[in-house]
């Protein structure tokens, strides 16, 4: 079974930055558009991002629209996210998923795949 492991969560204040990496067991992410996700303390999980290699489009949730870029590198074996002007509501677990549609649309998308998460912390 394939699996995706998520790195580079940690503690920030705010305003500060960080990348979050994922990897993926299978070495690439083949057919799948793929997404972050978080859920934070008592929330449920939301979507953050969303990236489709077939139609070469991102997706953002609005809250993150301008801090927030989700890329790959040119292999497809590594997805990032990279965030900017954190704010204390940011914090939260982010998770990498596998999109099984391929769309990266979170109205559309179907996550099959899920990493174990990686903790952002943002400190006011």
């Known amino acids: 079974q394939v699996q995706l492991v998520e790195t580079g969560g940690g503690l920030v204040q705010a305003g500060g930055s960080l990348r979050l990496s994922c990897t993926t067991s299978?070495?690439?992410?083949?057919?799948?558009?793929m997404g972050w996700l978080r859920q934070g303390p008592g929330k449920e999980r939301e979507f953050v991002a969303g990236l489709s290699f077939a139609f070469h489009r991102t997706y953002y949730t609005d809250s993150v629209k301008g801090r927030f870029t989700i890329s790959s590198n040119n292999a497809k074996t590594t997805l990032y996210l990279e965030m900017n002007s954190l704010k204390p509501e940011d914090t939260a677990l982010y998770y990498c998923?596998?999109?099984?549609?391929?769309?990266?649309?979170?109205?559309?998308?179907?996550?099959?795949?899920w990493g174990q998460g990686t903790q952002v912390t943002v400190s006011a």
């Open positions: 299978s070495g690439t992410f083949g057919r799948f558009a």
């Open positions: 998923a596998a999109d099984e549609t391929g769309w990266g649309d979170p109205q559309r998308a179907r996550y099959t795949t």
